[in-house]
T-cell receptor
Framework: EDQVTQSPEALRLQEGESSSLNCSYT??????LFWYRQDPGKGPEFLFT???AGEEKEKERLKATLTKKESFLHITAPKPEDSATYLC???????????FGTGTRLKVLA | DGGITQSPKYLFRKEGQNVTLSCEQN?????MYWYRQDPGQGLRLIYY???????QKGDIAEGYSVSREKKESFPLTVTSAQKNPTAFYLC????????????FGAGTRLSVL
């Protein structure tokens, strides 16, 4: 069965304290892995998509990486405005559907 | 500006009432989706549509119905058969092809009176 597991469920960091969020997946033929940011009461905002193991994408303080079993979202020197829930999703080959993880709630303290 | 518009932002349903959530997109995407989000749970797929006049049930379709008469519009009706409708509802459309990226609207929060 296709499955996505995110860890930790919640993470508190001091401003400037770098860390990583994990997304482990089991899927039949990965077509793509997607990272989103969601602020409270709002829709998810697209961040990155990764398609094959070894691929990396960067945007400001965020860097996403992908292996055959998991993806990491690295946050370097986070700021309070990085506080949000980060969602991971995978798309299996031959489907139009995403499978979402339950997200990691990140809180960055000033 | 291109995007996905969901309305209303907040909606209240009375017992036995059907309510309809609107989703409109001007991104020229063929595929559209409805998700339900509950606290502590991931997004769960209700219905999706790959093309006009065609749609498929997702994982939790019971108590919901949809239509896709126009490419731009994919309304969701929450029927009285849905006994626990309180949730945050999200509509998305997908840019097909190599990227297959889903873009989301701002959501509708549905509560029961």
């Amino acid at each position: 069965e296709d499955q996505v597991t995110q860890s930790p469920e919640a993470l508190r960091l001091q401003e400037g304290e770098s860390s990583s969020l994990n997304c482990s997946y089991t899927v039949s033929g990965l077509r793509g892995l997607f990272w989103y940011r969601q602020d409270p009461g709002k829709g998810p905002e697209f961040l990155f998509t990764l398609y094959s193991a070894g691929e990396e994408k960067e945007k400001e303080r965020l860097k996403a990486t992908l292996t055959k079993k998991e993806s990491f979202l690295h946050i370097t020197a986070p700021k309070p405005e990085d506080s949000a829930t980060y969602l991971c999703a995978v798309q299996a080959g031959g489907t139009y559907k995403y499978i979402f993880g339950t997200g990691t709630r990140l809180k960055v303290l000033a | 500006d291109g995007g996905i518009t969901q309305s209303p932002k907040y909606l209240f349903r009375k017992e036995g009432q059907n309510v309809t959530l609107s989703c409109e997109q001007n991104l020229n995407h063929d595929a559209m989706y409805w998700y339900r989000q509950d606290p502590g749970q991931g997004l769960r797929l209700i219905y999706y549509s790959q093309i006009v006049n065609d749609f498929q049930k997702g994982d939790i379709a019971e108590g919901y119905s949809v239509s896709r008469e126009k490419k731009e519009s994919f309304p969701l009706t929450v029927t009285s058969a849905q006994k626990n409708p309180t949730a945050f509802y999200l509509c998305a459309s997908m840019e097909e092809g190599r990227k297959n990226i889903q873009y989301f609207g701002a959501g509708t929060r549905l509560s029961v009176l």
